[in-house]
């Protein structure tokens, strides 16, 4: 039972760099989330993906964008890294919104120098 | 803006006493949620609220929800080393998507 797998688990970057977060989950679930957790701020949703061939904007998309790219996977990248994306990135998933739960990778620990 | 406020932010309690952490939110839900999570991990889901005057109950955890104050709690009782965590609270409201919202998160010491 995989769960939900994230990769990588931990990334360096220099400022201006791009990189992708990987997300898979194997548990049949329709939607899918990434979020970032900062010191003191809990977690803020960045973008989330209801079905397979949607993506919508949470709390804080700035500065990055998603790809569902099918029913397990939904990528999040970064496409010019700044110190202040330097945080700790979870995705998420979770079969449909009638009160089921999210279920969560272990996270990638991300900074930006 | 849709708030999910929780208090105390950090609490520092003995091996054996009683505590409650609150957690408020600022929309109409009848979904509420409560995640732990140890240093370094990822998130756990410990309890699931889902209408008016729910209770569950976990070992030492007993959670509640009350959708006309917007208030959940988790009770805390005769507390050990191994509850030290963060835990958060998280809202799932009808009229916002497949949005969750999370709480800041109580950071739970229990002192031998």
């Known amino acids: 039972n995989a769960g939900v797998t994230q990769t990588p688990k931990f990334q360096v970057l220099k400022t201006g760099q791009s990189m992708t977060l990987q997300c898979a989950q194997d548990?049949?679930?329709?939607?899918m989330y990434w979020y970032r957790q900062d010191p003191g701020m809990g977690l803020r949703l960045i973008y989330y993906?209801?079905?397979?061939?949607?993506?919508d904007k949470g709390e804080v998309p700035n500065g990055y964008n998603v790809s569902r790219l099918n029913k397990r996977e939904f990528s999040l990248r970064l496409e010019s890294a700044a110190p202040s994306q330097t945080s700790v990135y979870f995705c998420a998933s979770r079969l449909d919104r009638a009160g089921n739960i999210q279920y969560f990778g272990a996270g990638t620990r991300l900074s930006v120098l | 803006e849709l708030k999910v406020e929780q208090n105390p932010l950090f609490l520092s309690m003995q091996e054996g006493k009683n505590y409650t952490i609150y957690c408020n939110y600022s929309t109409t839900s009848d979904r509420l949620y409560w995640y732990r999570q140890d240093p370094g991990k990822s998130l756990e889901s410990l309890f699931v609220l889902l209408s008016n005057g729910a209770v569950k109950q976990e070992g030492r955890l007993m959670a509640s929800l009350d959708t006309k104050a917007r208030l959940s709690t988790l009770h805390i009782t005769a507390a050990v080393h191994d509850l030290s965590a963060t835990y958060f609270c998280a809202v799932d409201p009808r009229n916002t998507g497949n949005q969750f919202y999370f709480g800041t998160g109580t950071s739970l010491t229990v002192i031998p």
């Open positions: 993906s209801a079905s397979e061939g949607t993506t």
């Open positions: 548990m049949n679930h329709n939607s």
